[in-house]
């Protein structure tokens, strides 16, 4: 199967919007499906690549929700990596995030939205670039209360390996910060250096907060 993000365009992909929920690149986003059009949906990604893109929708959704609410116009496309289906026809599933793209039309005449992607520019930039950002980052999960957690060690664990910054930066916005609408800016900056600083600050700005609010029995995110 191709990877998505290798492609300047892709073919067209169904459109999963909620209000409430970011995917970024590498994460792993559990989903319980159950709207009959969403059913649909996923049953028809099964049988092609398995890709869904996850679309944020935009303010005012409720009024127009079983229709088609506005959208941001960037969206993240996830790979299903596993699924379940229940003997009503719901899924439980695991949606990985592969690449950002951008919404060039919807069209199609199904239950649910259908849209052809572009991949998202972004600006190139070196790793050595990032070493700063990088060491920000790894002096955050140093702090002894965050590295007593399942998630912290294991984030330790990944900037002490080859994973780029970027991806990093990407898990740690996905699983330490909340701000929807914050996350989707990130989704949408094709500013690789300064996506990744941004993060950094966020994260910097709730660490305190952070150290004792987080579980002990979070796994974090899944690598695969």
């Not at 300047?8 to 209000?19: E, G, H, K, T, Y």
């Not at 986003?29 to 996923?42: D, G, N, Q, S, T």
């Not at 099964?46 to 005012?60: F, I, K, N, S, T």
């Amino acid at each position: 199967m191709p990877d998505p993000g290798d492609q300047d365009d892709l073919s067209a992909v169904p459109l999963f919007p909620l209000p409430n929920v970011v995917l970024l690149p590498r994460a792993v986003l559990p989903l319980h499906i159950f709207e009959e059009r969403y059913k649909a949906m996923v049953a028809d990604a099964l049988l092609e690549d398995g890709q869904v893109a996850m679309a944020l929708l935009r303010p005012g959704w409720e009024k127009n929700y079983h229709g088609r609410p506005a959208i941001e116009p960037v969206v993240c496309v996830g790979l299903i990596l596993t699924h379940e289906r229940l003997s009503d026809g719901r899924y439980n599933l695991l949606l990985q995030g592969q690449a950002r793209a951008r919404i060039v039309r919807e069209h199609g005449d199904k239950l649910y939205r259908m849209a052809e992607l572009t991949a998202l520019e972004q600006m190139p930039v070196l790793e050595i670039d990032l070493a700063e950002d990088r060491r920000r980052l790894e002096a955050l999960f140093d702090d002894g209360r965050l590295l007593a957690t399942g998630i912290g060690r294991r984030f330790r664990e990944m900037l002490a390996s080859p994973i780029p910054t970027s991806q990093i930066a990407d898990l740690v916005a996905f699983n330490f910060l909340e701000d929807v609408h914050f996350k989707q800016s990130l989704l949408a900056d094709g500013d690789v250096r300064h996506r990744v600083g941004r993060v950094v600050e966020a994260f910097e700005a709730i660490h305190s907060a952070l150290q004792a609010a987080v579980p002990n029995d979070f796994r974090g995110p899944s690598l695969n």
